[in-house]
């Protein structure tokens, strides 16, 4: 809970800063916001906001504009809003079939966006960064003279180590240890770290701070892709684990005697049994034909009564029931939402998924969870880079801050 600027007499400077730093994460996450309702939010007096508004609006983070008139008479009314066109962050999505990077505002509106299809094979550390590096510098160099670039974040499609976005395995395309972080920044030049995430952490932030999970403390986000990324968020935080390798639920074991192999090296993972392949082969299709483009042919297929797709997603919508229930008995969360390329999957599977969570999950659990799909679609992981960007300046607004 957020305290009063006098609540903490031993140390204002770190209550002063965490108040700053709230008030702006609650204007970046939520938009323009009056000044009355940030003082009920924040549970301080109007005075208090005006000072902390009035610091943030100096620093050149956010402004205060009239809100549109009510009519009535008596003292303007007062809207804060970030200063989006003045403050930015640069935040890269590393997919296996797509790289994209995106200049991104103080408020998460994405100004502006390059993109490239990504081949599977022989996609070496080298060939990623240069691309992106070129794109990063080109949206650098559009950006309005007047906007600072606070921050740079990236999801990457695999395991990451978060101290120095380091990326330790990313099975799918075959990466071990690769200095991806720090290659980046340096190929960037901005003088900038590069934070770096998993691609389903980061879709899962995204998806509870502005997406199908605003409100809810306890989710489940799996995101779909070559296999299956989760995100679990207890409490309002990220369940990353010891190291940040946290939350792989695509690994989780589902089927370990008779499984389909799975890129970890195991058998019968989750994203063995309902990723990318397990569809394809299931439905027939060639094994030249993937991506996002052939998932989408399989539900369409489906759809139009080919006999083949529709047992195909029933097959993998019951390993995902599975799945599901057991993340359900496990965690208990509010809402479970599918992304990436789950996000068309699940409609398909949604009554293999519900079959399961009604025969195998606890009832007081069953009752509780809902089930939804991203509500920022492909771009949940984008988002969730940029968030991560922004983490240092909305930590501590004013040592970040522009001016
Ligand atoms: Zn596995």
């Known amino acids: ?54 610091e943030l609006a100096a620093a050149g983070l956010v402004r205060e504009v009239p809100a549109t008139t009510s009519g009535r008479a008596g003292r303007p009314s007062f809207v804060v809003r970030p200063e989006s066109e003045a403050v930015h962050v640069l935040a890269f999505d590393i997919a296996v079939d797509r790289l994209v990077a995106a200049r991104v505002g103080l408020g998460g509106a994405v100004a502006a966006r390059l993109e490239a299809t990504r081949p599977r094979a022989g996609a070496d550390l080298d060939a990623v960064v240069s691309v992106l590096a070129d794109f990063g510098r080109a949206l650098h160099h559009d950006a309005p003279p007047s906007s600072v670039c606070v921050g740079v974040g990236a999801s990457y499609c695999g395991m990451i180590r978060p101290e120095d976005g380091m990326v330790r395995f990313g099975p799918d395309m075959g990466w ?84 389909r192999p799975c890129g970890c090296g195991s058998r019968g993972c989750l994203e063995a049994e309902v990723g990318e392949r397990a569809l394809l082969d299931e439905a027939g299709r060639p094994a030249d034909h993937w991506g996002r483009e052939a998932v989408r042919a399989v539900v369409a297929a489906a759809g139009r009564g080919d006999v083949a797709a529709r047992e195909a997603l029933g097959r993998i919508g019951d390993w995902l029931g599975i799945g599901v229930a057991n993340l359900v008995n496990l965690f208990n969360p509010g809402v479970v939402i599918f992304g990436g390329t789950l996000r068309e999957v699940f409609p398909a599977a949604a009554p293999q998924i519900r079959r399961r969570i009604a025969a195998n999950v606890l009832p007081v659990s069953r009752d509780k969870a809902r089930l939804a799909v991203s509500a920022l679609g492909y771009d949940a992981t984008l988002i969730g880079a940029a968030d991560l960007a922004f983490t240092p300046l909305l930590t501590n607004p004013l040592v970040t801050a522009p001016r």
């Open 176 to 259: 071990v240890d690769q200095a991806f972080g720090a290659e980046l920044a340096r190929r960037l030049g901005l003088g900038l770290p590069v934070l770096v995430g998993n691609e389903a952490h980061l879709g899962a932030m995204a998806e509870h701070q502005r997406g199908a999970g605003v409100g809810v403390q306890n989710l489940i986000y799996l995101h779909g892709d070559v296999g299956v990324g989760g995100g679990i968020i207890v409490g309002g935080d990220l369940l990353d684990g010891d190291g940040g390798y946290g939350s792989e639920v695509g690994h989780m074991l589902v089927n370990p005697y008779q499984g």
């Open 1 to 54: 809970m957020l305290r009063d600027l006098a609540a903490d007499r031993h140390a204002p400077g770190d209550s002063r800063r965490r108040n700053l730093g709230a008030l702006l994460r609650r204007v970046h996450l939520g938009g323009p916001v009056s000044r009355v309702g940030l003082a009920e939010w924040m549970g301080v007096n109007r005075s208090t906001i005006m000072a902390l508004t009035a």
